[in-house]
């Protein structure tokens, strides 16, 4: 059967309806298997506390701007975290990394149910929690993307990842669905006790995980550097500077930080759906959509994985996806119904696995085994923080704009436009301006640096189809991620 699975993508001929299938090669690799079984495990549970966090802030305190607050404290944790473990995991086992987050954010999460149970409405608390979490989240963001180049060879890399991406937003979709349903009938207490029982799953399946110790490259290499990079800063320094140091990586994280920064309005998701589209105030399905509908798009392109992979102009989708996400996020704030708005967050979610999938492909073709962790870090502080720095952004900037627009038409007219302001204009005005800023910032970064709308792929070796490396990739050892920089994509 596994060979069976190996081979299917080989067919290449436009009539071959696997073409456009999901590559499932990796999956014959049992390690990597093992790995993608914990993400199957923590799909739908691990959703839930990005419904639960938001909402809970935003009934305690009527306001986005606590759940902007919450990103921003999220986010500075993230950034440590990532620095720390992306220079612990080229010098530990990275499994042992992943047991020690996961087992940290189900604690997390446990402190969470706690201080709800407890009629938990203490701001500082949740922020503490969100802290924790942020911590946890971003060691297990950075030791994963460290760890997966391990389990298979360099050639299925680009499946690896999309089969990942596949499965966390299939999870994203029914997580916030569910979460919508259960809020008004279990209460959110209830919702962060399914995440921690879903992280002492996901616990058990990595332990099953094969050991991942460092890269013997990885000593000579900071004995290259004359022992400036023995410390976590130093060596978090090296894997900014491996970056920099390539103005197509340069391009390619730019234009992703854009479209995160500028284009990610999830932080006022509760606050749309309250208002623009008739929703509880506690939250209820109006919310759980919101939060669905991106997701949903990714996992509907996903399916169709194979169309993307296949591709060769890299640098051009990455840049023409970014775009597509801009002026699907105009279209949300502009919507003035609720399918609307969810019909253009599918699109943006499938334009963005476009974008996610190349972007990947691209930074994995140019980073060495011997400094994956710390360049994983360095993407990590990048990438994942970009949506925390959006959060914190969209939640200020329509809290100002609500406050500014009120008090002018509480000043010239009645109390239902004082009303109204809330209601309707900031959150749309600032999802608007966040959408054309990406589209604008886009099109600035392609036309600035040339190498990445010029970037195209080589064609793909015959010998990528074949069954044989599926073997090697069952005993994990630094053979297979040592040779990644050499799959020229």
């Known amino acids: 059967m596994s060979g069976t699975t190996v081979r299917r993508p080989r067919p290449s001929g436009p009539a071959s309806a696997w073409a456009f299938a999901v590559d499932c090669r990796p999956l014959a690799i049992p390690a990597f298997r093992r790995m993608w079984a914990a993400s199957v495990i923590c799909a739908v549970g691990g959703s839930f506390s990005v419904v639960a966090v938001p909402t809970q802030l935003f009934t305690v305190t009527g306001s986005s ?119 008004p009938v279990v209460g959110l207490g209830t919702l962060y006790l399914f995440d921690a029982v879903a992280l002492l799953a996901v616990v058990w399946a990595v332990a099953m995980l094969p050991s991942l110790p460092p890269p013997p490259s990885a000593g000579t290499e900071d004995a290259a550097n004359g022992g400036r990079g023995s410390s976590a800063a130093g060596r978090m320094l090296a894997g900014f500077r491996y970056l920099t140091a390539d103005r197509l990586l340069v391009a390619v994280l730019a234009v992703d930080l854009a479209a995160m920064v500028f284009g990610m309005p999830s932080a006022l998701f509760p606050e749309l759906a309250r208002y623009a589209f008739g929703g509880t105030a506690g939250g209820g399905p109006e919310t759980g959509l919101l939060y669905a509908a991106y997701p949903a798009g990714v996992f509907a392109a996903g399916l169709l994985s194979g169309t993307f992979t296949r591709a060769r102009r890299h640098g051009v989708l990455v840049a023409g996806a970014a775009v597509a996400w801009g002026i699907a996020v105009v279209l949300v704030g502009l919507a003035a119904e609720l399918w609307i708005a969810l019909a ?103 036309w600035a640096i040339p190498e990445l709308r010029r970037y195209i792929a080589p064609a793909p070796r015959p010998v990528a189809t074949r069954t044989s490396p599926a073997a090697p990739g069952d005993r994990v050892s630094p053979a297979p991620a040592s040779r990644a920089p050499a799959g020229r994509r």
């Open 65 to 183: 701007a606590a759940v902007g607050a919450a990103a921003g404290v999220s986010f500075a944790a993230l950034v440590a975290a990532a620095v720390w473990s992306g220079a612990l995991a080229d010098m530990m086992d990275r499994r042992t990394m992943l047991l020690v987050a996961d087992l940290g954010l189900a604690l997390t999460y446990a402190a969470l149910w706690l201080q709800a149970v407890l009629g938990g409405r203490s701001v500082p608390v949740l922020l503490v929690a969100v802290a924790f979490q942020g911590l946890a989240y971003g060691t297990v963001l950075t030791t994963t993307g460290a760890a997966v180049p391990r389990l298979v060879p360099a050639e299925l890399l680009p499946a690896a990842n999309s089969l990942s991406s596949l499965v966390r937003y299939g999870g994203s979709i029914l997580g916030p669905l569910l979460a919508g349903v259960l809020v």
């Open 344 to 446: 253009a967050l599918v699109i943006g979610g499938a334009v963005n696995f476009v974008l996610s999938t190349f972007r990947t492909t691209i930074t994995q073709a140019h980073t060495g085994d011997a400094v994956r962790g710390r360049v994983q870090g360095a993407l990590t502080v990048v990438l994942a923080g970009g949506p925390q720095i959006a959060n914190l952004l969209h939640g200020a900037a329509s809290a100002a704009l609500h406050d500014a627009a009120s008090a002018a038409l509480h000043d010239a007219a009645s109390a239902a436009l004082h009303d109204a302001a809330g209601a309707l204009y900031s959150p749309r005005i600032v999802i608007c301006a966040g959408g054309l800023l990406t589209v604008v910032t886009v099109a600035a970064i392609t």
